[in-house]
Nanobody, 125 residues
């Protein structure tokens, strides 16, 4: 099993940046694809980005392409989500998840037994 802990959320003005971290324990992260999802109040959970376990291919939702960058540091057992040019519509709770099926990573499908507790991102002036 793997345990995930997100950090790095906060309040930022539109146009600002944040870097989220997803730290793992219990098992090496390089076994899993790691995805970021977000959920705003009253909305469904939305796939944001994913990085594969093997070739580190990356996938992004159209709404964040060109603004967000996902990366992983297997030595630190951590995955990062660099978020630039933030918009008010990016406001949500952000969750990382460990995916053991590559297809879920490509499709940004929230199919996982392993989730972090979430970190809140609020973009507001």
């Amino acid at each position: 099993q793997v345990q995930l802990v997100e950090s790095g959320g906060g309040l930022v003005q539109p146009g600002g940046s944040l870097r989220l971290s997803c730290a793992a324990s219990g098992r090496n992260l390089d076994y899993y694809a790691i995805a970021w999802f977000r959920q705003a109040p009253g909305k469904d959970r939305e796939g944001v980005s994913c990085i594969s376990s093997s070739d580190t291919s990356t996938y992004y939702a159209d709404s964040v392409k060109g603004r967000f960058t996902i990366s992983r540091d297997n030595a630190k057992n951590t995955v990062y989500l660099q978020m630039n040019s933030l918009k008010p519509e990016d406001t949500a709770a952000y969750y990382c998840a460990a995916l053991d099926v590559q297809a879920w990573c490509v499709m940004l499908m929230p199919v996982s037994d392993y989730w972090g507790q979430g970190t809140q991102v609020t973009v507001s002036s």
